[in-house]
Structures are given as structure tokens and as C-alpha cells.
């Protein structure tokens, strides 16, 4: 077997396959670009050769640098995770001709599915149902507007060389074709350098069904069951799942044996996914579901895979790189349990899913029985914009498919990151959709009610309540503390938004300046701002108290001095800007505790104004 691997990508998958190859005295080498100095991945390898500056085109995506580090550093084999080149025929051949073992399929199998249409064409060869629709070279806007009408509306435009899912635009009636074709040609033109376009039939209620296949060099191939990945936010995977719900034995065997068609049609070696589309607006049936596209790489939703068959889909794919045949027969492989995966993003569903960018300050994911994280990224370290903003998955497994989704519920409930945003709250409520829940998931689900899940959460009154008063000192000024009113209403900032909370009792508080919230997925920071008397016209209406921590910079007055109403008592110097305490009616200075230059916690007691008798 390889006895050194390099790992040409970053983030969680190059720390998955760090991981597995570890386990089985692997030595690993990782590369990193100038924003990854301090990565995961890069810690987490036995060696790390830095090969460029941060965006892609100009390190991860150079071939000729991850073979020369290869090279230098002698690792045997070269594995690309997924994205990047991963599905580059051309790099996998220079790897191979560089002498190295390249850990994926032979490069003419890449090509024969690299391109939507040729692939179609060659299922289509070999007896693989696939969606009705034009894979013609007639790339006239007539001609294809012709076909499209043949075909019957809603149609789908699909860029040949699309991924990613960029490159497609759904077409609902004639009228909107050339404008679609239009701009799906440009936008195919600018992401992958071709337009040319391909029409299938838009299957309505669509569910994205697909199955992992695995081959070795002897000629076996295997499948290893299938996975639903329905839950789709334009065209790109959110949750996914194995196995698929409502899949019965015999839809379940038509489909991964068409898969292993498919796969043993282009001379596949390593892991693989044949993506299939189903019609899924009844049960799910052999005669629709059709062949969609094949993903010649491990793929981002594996583990679900991992975690039901009992299989590390890395560990086959080293040990079938190194040229060993498959570890499992078929009869060998069986479904056991149920397991979802959720893509963690740093991104902001209240902000239109802008991704998020800084650093992890906070970064805390949940942890259950059946759960699994996978991450490329930890507590301190920088998510930069240069990449897929996706800093971790959570899967867990269950029983059943109710016990893996309340799981992963769990594990997004127990996870906190901050201050960078994630989707955790939405992925939490699509778990809870209550057609989600029951299985009934159709890829535009998060298209029609996707605005309530991405629907900023605020916390709860007993959370609020709770890290309001770990802002509060606990050794307030003794009169205040005698005569205090049960209840006060306090002003903080909540995320730099002003809140009035009703405090009660003592606080625990020492000085802190801020406290996190974090439940249901999202984190929040809370901060003193104000304290006012409230609702108490008893004698401590008086107290002046300092409103947030802080510095006193100035006191303008005198114990026993008579003031004012509005009259100007003493200045707080606090979070960079300056507070004026003033007294709140006529009267005298009947306790002065402020000293200028003295720092002060929360809701210090600084002075006492009495009121003039009447
Ligand atoms: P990509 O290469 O971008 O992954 P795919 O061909 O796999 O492109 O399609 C991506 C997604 O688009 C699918 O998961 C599915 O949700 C949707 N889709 C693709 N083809 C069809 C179709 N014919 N009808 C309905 N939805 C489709
Ligand atoms: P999948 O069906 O596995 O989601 P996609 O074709 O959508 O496959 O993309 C593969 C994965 O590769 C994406 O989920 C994404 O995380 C990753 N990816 C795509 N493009 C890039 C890129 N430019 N750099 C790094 N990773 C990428
Ligand atoms: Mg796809």
C-alpha cells in the first residue's frame, strides 16, 4: 500500500482524508496558499508545503505546484478531496505521468462524464434512463428554442460543463427562452470558459436521488446504497441524508444497479456518485428516476454513506488507488440505520446568505450519541473570503429517520459560533419543516418557504434574563441593595441594538463587559448599557448609578452641594465615548462615591441626590 499521501485541497475534506490516512500509518502532506498559513489541515498533516497566494487560480488550482510538492517532499500518491481539481482530467494524467499514484478514477473516465451531454449520451448507450431532453452540437437559439417546445414546458438549460449548480436556468414558457438561453450561455461562458448548453425536460416535484459507487482496478464494482439530497437551496445541497425515504427494495435495486451500469460503462476506478433526478410527486418508482449527471470524485455527502454502511470511504479509495481490490463484496454491504447531514456555512441567511468572514472568536459544535463533525477550522482561526464558505458538517446517525434528525437538531442547537455568522438556525428549522419531517422533500421546498427559516431568531426572554444578570454586579451599593424595588427595567445593547430588560434580585455579574447568548444555533452578545430606577418613587430614585462599566473622567459636583434638575453631576468615560450623569431633580448631593479617575463596574452606586423637602 501508498505509504505517503499528498493532499491537493483544504478545509474539511483534506482534514478527512488527513484523518483516515493517519489511522493506517499513512504519512500526510498538506499544501496551503498564504490564507491558509494557519489551517486545519495544515496542523493537522505531518508535513505542509505553501504553495502560492490565496485565491485558487494561483495555488490550489495549480497542478504543476502540487506535483512539484509532491516531489519534494516524496509522497507517493496524490489525493484531491472534491472541487479544485478533483475532477481534472488533465491534472490526473500529469500526475500519473509524473510517476505518482493519483487517488481517483483513470482520467478518460473523468472525461467520459466531464461533459453533461457526452455523458447522457453514453448512459443513454448503455441502458441508464436518463431525463428526456436535446444533447444536441445545433447550438442555434432557434434550433434549441425548437427543441425545448418539442420537449414541453417547464424546461431546464443546462451548461454542458455546469457543476456547482451554476450554469442552469429553468424555463417555465416560450417566452422566457431566449432571454434564460442567454444568460445561461454567459454565465457558462464566464464560470467554465464553454456555452454550450444542453435542454432537459424540469421534472416536476424533483428529488435529487444519487448512489455511491465504488470500483478497483480488477474490473469489480459496487455499490454502496443511495442518498437523498432533495433539500436544495438554488441548485445546491443543504441537508442530505441515506437511505432515501420512501425508497422500497425494488426501486432501491433498479436504481443502484443502473448506477453500477453507468459506472462499469466508463471503466470506473474509486469512488463515485451517479446523480440521479425522481419524480417525486408520488411514491418513488424505477420508470422515474433518470440519470442526471456523474460526480467522478468523493463527494461532500459521503459520511452519510459512511455512517450506515459501517465503510471509510477513504480508506477503500487509498487501498483501491494502491491497486487492492474493493474491501467489501456487494452481498457483504447492507443499510443500518439512518443518518442527515448538515452543511455548516459562515453565511447569513437574515443577510441573503452573505457569506461571513473573520474570525471563529467562539466556535463550539455540538455533540451527541451517533454524532459526527467534520471541520476544517477551529476556535481562533480565520475564515477568509477566498473560499467555499462551508466550515464544518454535522451528521448523525440514528435507528431511524426520526432519531438521526432529532440528533442533528440537537447537535445545531448545541453549536455556537461568533462572531462570524452561520446557517445553523435555518438549518434547524428546515430540520423541523413538517414536510422534512415526514420525508416529504421535493428540491423547491426551501425555494417556497425557505424566507421563514432564514427568518432571524431572537432569544428567549429566560436566556436574555439569564445573561442580563450575569452583567449585573452582585454587590450593588448597600442602600440600594436594602431599599431596591423587586424590579428594574435595565437598557442593554443586544448586538449593538438597544433592549430594556426587566431585571430581578441580585446579579452575579464581576465586570464583565459583554456575555454571549447562544441557543437555538445563534449566538448573540449582550451588553450593558443603562440602568434606570423604574416604576419606584421611593427615596433611592436618587441613586445615581454608572449606567455600564467604565472610567469616571469627571465630577462636577460636591457632596452637600444643592443641584438641579438636569444639572450636570459627573462625566463616564465608557466603550470610547463619553456619558453625562445628571441629577434627576432638585435637591442636594447626599452621598458622593465617585472619584474622577476611578474605573467603575456596572450599576455602581456614584451618587445620592436627595430631593428638597417639601
Ligand atoms: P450540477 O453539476 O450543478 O450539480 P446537476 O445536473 O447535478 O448540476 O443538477 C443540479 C440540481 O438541479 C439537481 O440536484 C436538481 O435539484 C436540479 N435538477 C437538475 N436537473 C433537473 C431536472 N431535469 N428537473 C428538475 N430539476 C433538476
Ligand atoms: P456536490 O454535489 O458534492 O455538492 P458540487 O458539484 O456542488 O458537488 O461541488 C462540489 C463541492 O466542491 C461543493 O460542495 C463545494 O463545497 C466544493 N467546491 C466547489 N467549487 C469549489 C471551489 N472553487 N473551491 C473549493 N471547493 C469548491
Ligand atoms: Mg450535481
Redesign the pocket.
Known sequence: MISSILIAN??EIACRVIRTARRLGIRTVAVYSDADANALHVRSADEAVHIGPAP?RES?LVGEKIIAAAKATGAEAIHPG???LSENAEFAQAVIDAGLVWVGPKPHSITAMGLKDAAKKLMQEAGVPTTPGYLGDNQDPAHLAAEAAKIGYPVLIKAVAG???KGMRLVEQPEDFADALASCQREAAASFGNDVVLIEKYILSPRHIEVQVFGDSHGNVVHLFERD?SLQRRH??VIEEAPAPGMDEATREAVCQAAVRAAKAVDYEGAG?I?FIADGSGKLSADKIWFMEM?TRL???HPVTEEITGQDLVEWQIRVASGAPLPKKQAELSINGWAMEARLYAEDPAKGFLPSIGTLELFELGEVEGGRIDTGVYEGAAVTPF??P?IAKLIARGETRDEARERLSDMLHDSAVWPVKTNAAFLINALAHQDFAAGKVDTGLIGRDGDAMAADPEPSDEMLLDAAMSLVPATLAPGLRLNAAPRRVASFLLDGEPVDIEIEGEGSGTGETSVLIAENGKVWQLQPWRVDGSGNHGAHDGDIVSPMPGKIIAVDVTEGQSVTKGQKLLTLEAMKMEHTLTAPFDGTVAELKAIAGAQVQVEALLARIEAVEE
Do not use: I, L, P, S
Open positions: 483544504r478545509g485558487a490550489y472534491y472541487g479544485f457543476g456547482g449548480g439530497c445546491q445541497k456518485t446523480e460526480n463527494q461532500v455527502e473560499y467555499d462551508m
